[in-house]
């Protein structure tokens, strides 16, 4: 066995004039703070797969664990055969793309992002599947290309759970696909590495530094290159293999509490709702006044919501302690029929739509959320112009919401199950303020166009909510998260969030 050279610490690396240059790093434990991939093996099974094949891997664990310690590789060729095998490719890619992200970003090592993000050209070298790795090295550390473990694909486009060769990229490997990749001399100005391991490719760079494998905190999200505005899975918490074991634990006891907080409440008054909230551990926060409901004769007002849940019109009238009625872009037959309030799905059509909803303000109260679909992370979708047209009784309202264990919405899931999984948190937390009537001059009856309306009404609400506003749209969410548009055909109707 040839001599390897020993690395400095990362932390004598100088950042200076090296834009022109190349650096080569591995990921987990170097880029990343921890050196376990079960997490993100554990979010492919899942939502790429199944709850059976999460558990599977889950139980497997504690052996793949004792295999990692003598052989890395193997542990690896045993974690890609049980989270992929049989799963097609585009699903794989589309979890990869949506899903793995947002705990990749959670995790990233801000010693080595430092280092890492002062280079012109920047590789990964790692033995994670590259499928798996490359959307979010790429998209959010700025990496030019990931060298990884190579997936073997069937013809009908479904992985087999085994690795194309020369196999796992792992010690020498990860030097010879370093030298495949530069050829010739033009090899990498720094490598970076955590472990012996790394030194096999480390060695042919012009500079080299370790990092040491000690807990740090992660670096903040918002010092990556982009933010995080979409992102899918129902997950909140990072799945370690603690964290999965717990969430298991508790699904039976969250199934049972979603469906007694749904069924208990849809016969009861909303203001008797707002109290049995209290006992049932849902936490509802209301700030602002209310305007009270139309007198006689009166049109009703149109509450402009910002979309956070499924629920949110739902949890607006009991807020409001009577009933209204809600437009959204469709609802499937199931949440309509348990819907406790009047639910009505738009039809896409302009002067349709506009009718719908002039004849359902005629009736009382109406909720809209001109987002068109939700959005978990602090920022504001584009708001739809078409409900500034047709009333000048218009109140914004701000809602925000905390979930703790599963998020209750989805865009490649099932949607009928997502008010299930909003009730399936130990305590869902739910914060409405109602904002102050658009006075006359800045609604269109005094000459304000539609556009000036609700760009005015997404900034107010951005405002209250420390949200930052942006010109996305759902068919942007849909497209980045689920690959379509956003329209699932169902009865004629868009099953959309």
Not at 29 to 55: C, D, K, M, Q, W
Request: glycine share 6%; proline share 7%; with cysteine.
């Amino acid at each position: 066995m040839s001599h390897q050279p020993n690395f400095q610490p990362i932390s004598i690396c100088s950042t200076n004039s090296r834009s022109d240059q190349t650096v080569a790093s591995d990921l987990n434990g170097t880029l990343l703070v921890s050196h376990n991939p079960f997490p993100y093996y554990f979010l492919i099974a899942l939502e790429a797969g199944s709850i059976f094949r999460a558990i599977f891997l889950l139980l497997a664990f504690p052996f793949l664990y004792i295999i990692s310690l003598f052989s890395e590789p193997t542990a690896t060729r045993l974690y890609i055969f049980i989270s992929f095998v049989g799963l097609r490719i585009r699903d794989i890619e589309l979890v990869s793309n949506s899903v793995l992200p947002r705990f990749y970003a959670g995790d990233v090592r801000p010693e080595s992002w430092r280092v890492f993000n002062s280079f012109g050209k920047r590789y990964v070298v790692t033995s994670s599947p590259r499928v798996m790795v490359e959307p979010f090295v790429k998209n959010y550390l700025g990496a030019d290309k990931v060298l990884g473990t190579e997936l073997e694909v069937s013809k009908s486009g479904r992985a087999t759970g085994l690795v194309k060769g020369p196999g796992v990229l792992f010690g020498p490997l990860k030097k010879t696909a370093i030298l495949q990749e530069f050829s010739g001399s033009n090899l990498p100005d720094l490598g970076l590495g955590d472990s012996e391991t790394d030194k096999d490719f480390m060695s042919i760079c012009k500079e080299g530094y370790m990092v040491p494998r000690t807990r740090c905190e992660p670096l903040p999200r918002n010092k990556l290159l982009r933010p995080i505005i979409f992102h899918e899975g129902r997950l909140v918490q990072r799945p370690t293999p603690l964290a999965a074991l717990l969430t298991f634990l508790w699904m039976p006891i969250g199934i049972f509490l979603s469906i007694l907080r749904i069924y208990l409440n849809i016969p009861l008054p909303e203001k008797i709702v707002y109290y049995n909230y209290k006992i049932l551990g849902i936490k509802l926060v209301i700030k602002g006044t209310p305007p009270p409901p139309p007198k006689q004769g009166q049109s009703g007002v149109l509450f402009v919501c910002n979309h956070r849940t499924v629920i949110d019109p739902v949890v607006t009238a009991v807020a409001l302690g009577r009933k209204i009625s809600c437009v959204t872009y469709s609802i499937s037959k199931f949440s309509e029929l348990i819907s406790p309030i009047k639910a009505v799905a738009l039809a896409r059509e302009r002067d349709k739509d506009a009718t719908h909803i002039k004849k359902l303000l005629e009736e009382g109260d109406l909720v809209i959320c001109p987002e068109g679909t939700t959005s978990r992370e602090p920022f504001l979708l584009r708001f739809s112009a078409l409900f500034a047209e047709l009333t000048d009784r218009i109140v914004p309202v701000a809602i925000n919401t905390k979930q703790t264990v599963f998020y209750g919405t989805t865009a490649r899931g099932h949607k009928s199950l997502d008010p299930y999984f909003v009730y399936m948190n130990p305590r869902p937390t739910y914060e409405i303020t109602f904002l102050n009537q658009l006075p006359l001059e800045l609604t269109c009856k005094d000459g304000k166009s539609a556009f000036e309306v609700a760009n005015y009404i997404q900034r107010v609400i951005g405002d209250t909510l420390g949200f930052e506003c942006t010109n996305l749209t759902r068919k942007d969410k849909y497209v980045m998260m689920a690959g379509t548009d956003g329209r699932v055909e169902t009865k004629k109707l868009d099953k959309s969030q």
